[in-house]
Structure formats: structure tokens, C-alpha cells
């Protein structure tokens, strides 16, 4: 199957600072990538749609300003929480659509921790 | 009624024992179903794909879907240890977005 990397697999950051997540297609091109949140023992809710060149898609109840998403090519899209809060803390994982194909392939998660 | 169903267990079987996962749905749209398989603290892993109506057999994973019920399965044969995870079902009707369901918790015991 395809491989989607993400960086950092974990960031601890103190309240008020802004931390950027990294999600990439490894083998293959992908002009959609998605971003969820998980919180523990929940199913994956998603927060947004990034289409490469294109502004992204936020899901209802998403503050698109405090969540800023950039897709600025076929293999990377970034998810950047600004003026982080405790209550950010969670388990962010993207996922990466290969162009015509119905399927996503998920990275590995990023788990944030706001102190 | 929520557009995909899914019972969140949790399921606990004895190693080598058959399991069958379920979900329902209500969305007549939805052709596209997938099974993801999610470990703690990992993102979910694509264990089957399915095109509309019928089966698919990869190793020991089988997925079948009915659309006529609206009704998909994973069963897993000869269950290990290792299939002790989250099993996510998700569909959609084409478009971008997946519906999933809230995930099966599954320990199989040694």
C-alpha cells in the first residue's frame, strides 16, 4: 500500500506558542490530503480538507484561523496550530488520497501535547 | 440515525477463533467500503477495500458487503494476538469524504 509519513510523531509546546505537523505522500502523488483529530478512545473526526493549490476545506466547528492548513504540493500538506491551548491536546493523523482512488492511506499520527 | 453504525465492542476471543465485525448503514450512495485496522497510538492501516456488493478474501481477512441489507463484515480466521487492535469501518459514495464507524476494539488472548 501507499506510505504517508508525518513529522513530528510527538510535540510537547507551552500555551500560547504554535506548532506546525508535516504530512507527506511517500510513493505516490496526492492532490487530496485530509487532516482528523482523535481524541483517546474516539473515532477519528476530520477537521479538514487540503487540495493541493487550493485553499482547504474545514469541517463545521473547525476554527480554520486557529488550524491553518497549506498544501503547496503533491506530497505535502501542513497542519499549523496557532496560539496552541491545553485543550488542543490530541492526537492529529492525516491522511492522503491518490488521485481517482476512493481509498486514503493514513500516516502515523502526531500527538500533541500543550502544557 | 447515524449514517454508519458500528458495535464498539469490545470483543474479546480466544487465539484461532473465527471473528466477525460489523457495521450497518443508511446511506444508500455509499459503494466504496473499507476496513482499517487502527494499534494504540497509531494511525489506521487499509486492511481491505471493496467495490458495491460481494466478497474479498485477502490471507485470513475476508470482507463482504450487502448492499441490499446495507450491512458490511470483516471476518478474520485463525485469529492471532497481533490482530488485537481498533477495526474501523469506513465508506463513501465516491466523493472525497469517508464516513467511518466509531471502531470495534478486538483483543485476541493468547
Known amino acids: 500500500g501507499a506510505v504517508v509519513s508525518q513529522h513530528p510523531s510527538r510535540v510537547i509546546c507551552k500555551s500560547g506558542t504554535s506548532v506546525k505537523i508535516e504530512c507527506r505522500s511517500l510513493d505516490f502523488q496526492a492532490t487530496t490530503m485530509f487532516w482528523y483529530r482523535q481524541f483517546p478512545k474516539q473515532s477519528l473526526m476530520l477537521m479538514a480538507t487540503?487540495?493541493?493549490?487550493?485553499?482547504?476545506?474545514?469541517e463545521q466547528g473547525v476554527e480554520k484561523d486557529k488550524f491553518l492548513i497549506n498544501h503547496a504540493s503533491l506530497t505535502l500538506s501542513t497542519l499549523t496550530v496557532t496560539s496552541a491551548h491545553p485543550e488542543d491536546s490530541s492526537f492529529y493523523i492525516c491522511?492522503?488520497?491518490?488521485?481517482?482512488?476512493?481509498?486514503?492511506?493514513f500516516g502515523p499520527g502526531t500527538r500533541l501535547t500543550v502544557t | 440515525q447515524k449514517e454508519v453504525e458500528q458495535d464498539p465492542g469490545p470483543l474479546s476471543v480466544p487465539e484461532g477463533a473465527i471473528v466477525s465485525l460489523n457495521c450497518t448503514y443508511s446511506?444508500?450512495?455509499?459503494?466504496?467500503f473499507m476496513w482499517y485496522r487502527q494499534y494504540s497510538r497509531k494511525g489506521p492501516e487499509l486492511l481491505m477495500y471493496t467495490y458495491s456488493s460481494g466478497n474479498k478474501e485477502d490471507g485470513r481477512f475476508t470482507a463482504q458487503v450487502d448492499k441490499s441489507s446495507k450491512y458490511i463484515s470483516l471476518f478474520i480466521r485463525d485469529s492471532q494476538p497481533s490482530d488485537s487492535a481498533t477495526y474501523l469501518c469506513a465508506m463513501s459514495g465516491g466523493s472525497e469524504k469517508l464516513v467511518f464507524g466509531k471502531g470495534t476494539k478486538l483483543t485476541v488472548n493468547p
Open positions: 491522511s492522503a488520497r491518490d488521485p481517482g482512488a476512493p481509498e486514503q492511506y
Open positions: 446511506n444508500s450512495a455509499f459503494q466504496y
Open positions: 487540503s487540495n493541493e493549490g487550493s485553499k482547504a476545506t474545514y
